[in-house]
């Protein structure tokens, strides 16, 4: 499975974007894909993770409330909609997918984009 990430920019707080991941290849709905940041300095961290289905979703609590994941296997995407957004959310966002393991811990991740951009100024 390749991953696309998409949707990146400069956004003021208070704003909103929506983050894209497209997939490659027919076992993409097959997969969990999940979205992690990494902040200049910062370790990886878990942000939303969606099921295969899309019947099940997990959110770090930094984002709860204020970030939604969805998917379109039809589209083979992964959306991250960030609404509300703060510095604090200023990060690379990569998109990955899993099919077993933890979808916190990035270690059990099998395939990753190459990461975009969201830059929030105060």
């Known amino acids: 499975v390749q991953l696309q990430a998409s949707g990146g920019g400069l956004v003021q707080a208070g704003g909103s974007l929506r983050l894209s991941c497209a997939g490659s290849?027919?076992?993409?709905?097959?997969?969990?894909m999940g979205w992690f940041r990494q902040a200049p300095g910062k370790e990886r961290e878990f942000v939303a993770a969606i099921s295969w289905s899309g019947g099940s979703t997990y959110y770090a609590d930094s984002v709860k409330g204020r970030f939604t994941i969805s998917r379109d296997n039809a589209k083979n995407t992964v959306y991250l909609q960030m609404n509300s957004l703060k510095p604090e959310d200023t990060a690379v966002y990569y998109c990955?997918?899993?099919?077993?393991?933890?979808?916190?811990?990035?270690?059990?991740?099998?395939?990753w984009g190459q990461g975009t951009l969201v830059t929030v100024s105060s």
């Open positions: 990955a997918a899993w099919l077993r393991g933890t979808y916190y811990s990035p270690v059990g991740y099998d395939y």
């Open positions: 290849g027919r076992t993409f709905s097959s997969y969990n």
